[in-house]
T-cell receptor, first 116, second 112 residues
Framework: ETGVTQTPRHLVMGMTNKKSLKCEQHLGHNAMYWYKQSAKKPLELMFVYSLEERVENNSVPSRFSPECPNSSHLFLHLHTLQPEDSALYLC???????????????FGSGTRLTVV | GENVEQHPSTLSVQEGDSAVIKCTYSDSASNYFPWYKQELGKRPQLIIDIRSNVGEKKDQRIAVTLNKTAKHFSLHITETQPEDSAVYFCAAPSFGNEKLTFGTGTRLTIIP
């Protein structure tokens, strides 16, 4: 394991379901990110959290709702998704949010989401 | 914000030959350029990075070169092996330095 753990690894949900993705890091990092990876847009930034506060929302539809209760945990709550939301959702963390240029990212293994 | 372009999108190389992937960036203030490798079904992993105070960095068969004047950087893999087959992403930090912008990826296939 890399220190960034994502659960579940795979998720199939209907368009009327509500589910949540979880990300956990034990690296002492203080910034966490959600990325969407699909064939059309290989690594698309969704949300940035620094010290538990959202610092960026990259024009993501409201059917995706992030939550960061503490610096080690990040959630992505999903509701009324569309088939085009099927993708790999990657969580990442960085040692210092305003110095990603010094430290880069550590990625989790991702959640493969299929919306039916 | 930062704009990162990556070429080629696919690359097939005979085993033992070299592979080169190129990226350009737009923000002249960017000072850190990582490369990530993503094998099929796995997470992206950092394989090498370079900072703006050097022009080249090597790690065994992998090297990265940086031209700050032209705002481009390249990944070089020599003596390629089948396990080098993967998707490779370049990245650069945004102006505010709080996030990485990624290229669109290069699918590298090593032909045995």
């Amino acid at each position: 394991e890399t220190g960034v753990t994502q659960t579940p690894r795979h998720l199939v949900m209907g368009m009327t379901n509500k589910k949540s993705l979880k990300c956990e890091q034990h690296l002492g990092h203080n910034a966490m990110y959600w990325y969407k990876q699909s064939a059309k847009k290989p690594l698309e930034l969704m949300f940035v959290y620094s010290l538990e506060e959202r610092v960026e929302n990259n024009s993501v539809p409201s059917r995706f709702s992030p939550e960061c209760p503490n610096s080690s945990h990040l959630f992505l709550h999903l509701h009324t998704l569309q088939p085009e939301d099927s993708a790999l959702y990657l969580c990442a963390s960085s040692q210092e949010w305003d110095r990603v240029g010094n430290y880069g990212y550590t990625f989790g293994s991702g959640t493969r989401l299929t919306v039916v | 914000g930062e704009n990162v372009e990556q070429h080629p999108s696919t690359l097939s190389v005979q085993e033992g030959d070299s592979a080169v992937i190129k990226c350009t960036y737009s923000d002249s203030a960017s000072n850190y350029f990582p490369w990530y490798k993503q094998e099929l079904g796995k997470r992206p992993q950092l394989i090498i990075d370079i900072r703006s105070n050097v022009g080249e960095k090597k790690d065994q068969r992998i090297a990265v070169t940086l031209n700050k004047t032209a705002k481009h950087f390249s990944l070089h893999i020599t003596e390629t092996q089948p396990e080098d087959s993967a998707v490779y992403f370049c990245a650069a930090p945004s102006f505010g330095n709080e996030k990485l912008t990624f290229g669109t990826g290069t699918r590298l296939t090593i032909i045995p």
